[in-house]
């Protein structure tokens, strides 16, 4: 799954391994990369990369970590999808909500999402990232088993706040790991394949067979009981397999490790460091970028977290069966999954294309909105149609999460920008549930109209990200060619592992 990357020198051109060694050695960085390097033996880095090695290593590193990420994202998903397919199964009912109570099931997950977030960034900072990951998924399999304990809204609500906290930690991770594994080019694409819908297929699969059954227990609590079952055994898998770094990983000789870090070191973004510095983090809040990004997570998600929670009723509203309903949101998954592959390849092979990619794939659920707000109720198909292209709403979404990494250097800043970008996306979703009230149900109308504006929202601040993006790049290009005499090539290896901000990097360029 290699990509090419038109502006980065082949491996075997990178500059001499004893500059970067030296370099290391002589810096007061606690960046894990550097330290790895500065003790590793030099006669393990004597030979340059070759690009066949280079390639046989990042296949080594696609097959271990895309599944590892993509099946805990998946899990992760589904705990926010299920409850709309254990809503159809008698989840209201049992647990007596009235109202408006099951729209805030739906959001109060994100309240504890948000109330944990930079808590959560402070963890992934202060403790090993992959032992971290192992525990948010275990903590996840004892709220499922919980849910299906729960009698009532202030038990519901309970667990899904909890849960919500621990979430907090499941994007941000997984996002780190992808910078940490992979180069800038490469990302866009590896982020499609984990950060996927899959969930709804997996939740349609195992609705569907529970649907079937005929139990004693009500087919909701058995619903939880085994996802929070399969989460549990998930967790095992992850502490045996996943590490917290590429030079932390027992599946890959030192050389391995070497080729990983040569391969990553362009990416100017270093590798891990414990030490908060403050100054980063005011950086990162005195940055319009930042901002913009974050305003495009808010508007792109307040559709994600309508949908998640509601997208069983919405379906079963249009005259489906429980069982047809559950079989019916597999192909959303399939669909999204397919058109963020699609788009992941296309930014992969045209530099500089993701925050337009971006702008122009949201022209598609915008129409969808229209249509689903527009179209007579009584048009059954157009209107299912419609919802099941809507769902492409989440590959601009999903493009833009490696943004926020790759165009920020600087650890504590990185760890701030992605809380940031983590907080917009937690309160789009808080919103987006509130969107879909009782009094408009089964047509939703108002709901759509809401839909609607936020995928305008989401497309100018993308746009608007993406020029701020170019004018940066232009701006440091002219000052690179004032000060060409310089020897900046070798200052820039020296410092792509240490922890300096991307303001500090006179060499760093950001994607967009």
């Known amino acids: 799954m290699a990509s090419p990357d038109g502006k980065q020198a082949p491996l075997e051109k990178d500059s001499q391994v004893g500059e970067v060694v030296a370099q290391q050695t002589r810096t007061t960085d606690k960046d894990v990369a550097a330290q790895f390097l500065a003790r590793l033996d030099p006669s393990i880095a004597d030979s340059p990369v070759t690009p066949e090695e280079a390639r046989r290593v990042l296949w080594k590193i696609d097959l271990s970590l895309i599944p590892m990420i993509m099946v ?29 109570q099951y729209s805030w099931v739906g959001s109060i997950f994100y309240f504890g999402y948000l109330l944990f977030e930079y808590p959560a960034a402070l963890l992934i900072q202060r403790l090993p990232v992959a032992k971290l990951y192992v525990g948010m998924v275990f903590g996840w399999a004892v709220l499922m088993l919980c849910t299906a304990a729960t009698q009532n809204f202030a038990g519901l609500a309970s667990v899904r706040f909890i849960m919500g906290m621990l979430e907090a930690t499941a994007f941000p991770i997984s996002s780190i790991l992808t910078v940490m594994w992979w180069k800038t080019s490469e990302q866009p694409l590896r982020v499609a394949f ?18 079937q059954t005929n139990t004693s227990l009500a087919p909701w609590r058995l619903l939880f009981i085994v996802l929070g079952a399969f989460s549990a055994l998930w967790a095992g898998v992850l502490l045996v397999f996943l590490p917290d770094s590429p030079v932390q990983c027992w599946w890959l000789s030192d050389r391995e490790k070497f080729v990983c870090l040569e391969r990553v070191k362009d990416n100017n973004t270093g590798m891990e460091d414990k030490t908060i510095k403050w100054y980063q983090v005011r950086e990162c809040l005195a940055d319009p970028k930042t901002w913009l990004l974050a305003l495009f997570a808010l508007a792109q998600n307040i559709p994600n977290g309508g949908l998640v929670t509601f997208s069983a009723i919405i379906v079963n509203g249009l005259g489906y069966s429980r069982l047809v309903t559950t079989v019916l949101g597999i192909p959303t998954g399939v669909l999204a999954t397919v058109w963020q592959i699609l788009l992941g390849f296309l930014v992969s092979y045209i530099p500089n294309s993701r925050c337009a990619i971006i702008a122009v794939a949201d022209l598609v659920p915008m129409v969808c909105a229209i249509l689903m707000w527009k179209l007579p109720r009584e048009n059954k198909h157009g209107l299912l149609a419609a919802y099941y292209v809507f769902y492409t709403y989440w590959a601009p979404y999903v493009l833009s999460t490696s943004l926020p990494m790759a165009n920020t250097s600087g650890h504590s800043k990185k760890l701030t920008t992605n809380a940031i970008f983590f907080l917009s996306y937690c309160i789009g979703n808080i919103i987006g549930p509130q969107a879909f009230q009782a009094d408009d149900a089964p047509s939703y109308s108002k ?37 060409a005499g310089e020897d900046g090539a070798v200052q820039e290896v020296e410092v792509a592992f240490s922890d300096l901000t991307d303001r500090e990097k006179k060499g760093f360029r950001y994607t967009y």
């Open 72 to 100: 805990t994202v998946v899990l992760a998903a589904v705990d926010k999808v299920i409850i709309s397919n254990a809503s159809i199964y008698g989840m209201s009912a049992d647990t007596h909500l009235t109202g408006n």
């Open 194 to 211: 984990w950060f996927n819908q899959l969930s709804s297929v997996f939740a349609g699969l195992v609705s569907y067979g529970i649907g």
């Open 447 to 483: 709901g759509y109209e809401g839909l609607l504006a936020c995928l305008v929202v989401a497309i100018f601040s993308i746009a608007a990200y993406g020029v701020l993006c170019w004018w940066e790049n232009q701006r440091r290009d002219r000052e690179a060619r004032v000060s």
